[in-house]
């Protein structure tokens, strides 16, 4: 059972203009969002995260809104350079346990291929 | 330069064997990941640890192994028993602390084929 979904395979846009990126998930228990962009046969590499007590991170062109009640995230990056083509995953964390020995796993979406066009 | 180092980037074997993928941080991190990445299916975990000598199944933990002797290291074998092996592996880790304790740093990756 996929626990956090991405359902845009890919995403095509022109220079210039905003990419949205979308990603949903299911278990309600995930307190910490990240976003992570990666380039073929590297690494991901992190961009951007919230936790689950705001509604909104923002850092230069890239914004992350949370929307609890739908269990909805989506990454916004304005303005869109062809830099920014790549696979953006995001990901969702399980709360540490209580004794703080523990750290959350991240549980990712499938991904969206970003294709920014000059 | 701090950072975590796979090797090889790229690894060849035949169907049968067992083979190790190398993971080394030098991050001072207590926390190393493994998973791998399969097309269209985004990153799944296989092992985890969190401090040495301890380690945790993820989700597809089935024909794989780990070991957690040393802080820095994280090797990941691919047993004979794992059933479609090809893929791409990820090594991650991360360290306890305020607001970034669940952020991961991945290395950049080892492509397995297996035929």
């Known amino acids: 059972d996929q626990q956090v979904k991405q359902n845009s395979p890919s995403l095509s846009v022109q220079e210039g203009r905003i990419s949205i990126l979308n990603c949903d998930y299911t278990?309600?228990?995930?307190?910490?969002f990240l976003w992570y962009k990666k380039y073929p046969a590297e690494g991901p590499t992190f961009l951007i995260s919230i936790s689950s007590i705001k509604d909104k991170n923002e850092d230069g062109r890239f914004t992350v809104f949370l929307n609890k009640s739908a269990k909805h995230l989506s990454l916004h990056i304005v303005p869109s350079q062809p830099g920014d083509s790549a696979v953006y995953f995001c990901a969702a964390s399980d709360p540490p346990n209580a004794g703080g020995t523990s750290y959350g796993k991240l549980t990712f979406g499938q991904g969206t291929i970003l294709t920014v066009h000059p | 330069d701090g950072g975590i180092t796979q090797s090889p980037k790229y690894l060849f074997r035949k169907e049968g064997q067992n083979v190790t993928l190398s993971c080394e941080q030098n991050l001072n991190h207590d926390a190393m990941y493994w998973y791998r990445q399969d097309p269209g299916q985004g990153l799944r975990l296989i092992y985890y640890s969190q401090i040495v000598n301890d380690f945790q199944k993820g989700d597809i933990a089935e024909g794989y192994s780990v070991s957690r002797e040393k802080k820095e290291s994280f090797p990941l074998t691919v047993t004979s028993a794992q059933k479609n092996p090809t893929a791409f592996y990820l090594c991650?880790?991360?360290?306890?602390?305020?607001?970034?304790?669940?952020?991961?740093?991945f290395g950049p990756g080892t492509r397995l084929t297996v035929t």
């Open positions: 278990n309600s228990m995930f307190d910490y």
């Open positions: 991650a880790s991360s360290s306890p602390g305020g607001a970034r304790t669940y952020e991961q740093y």
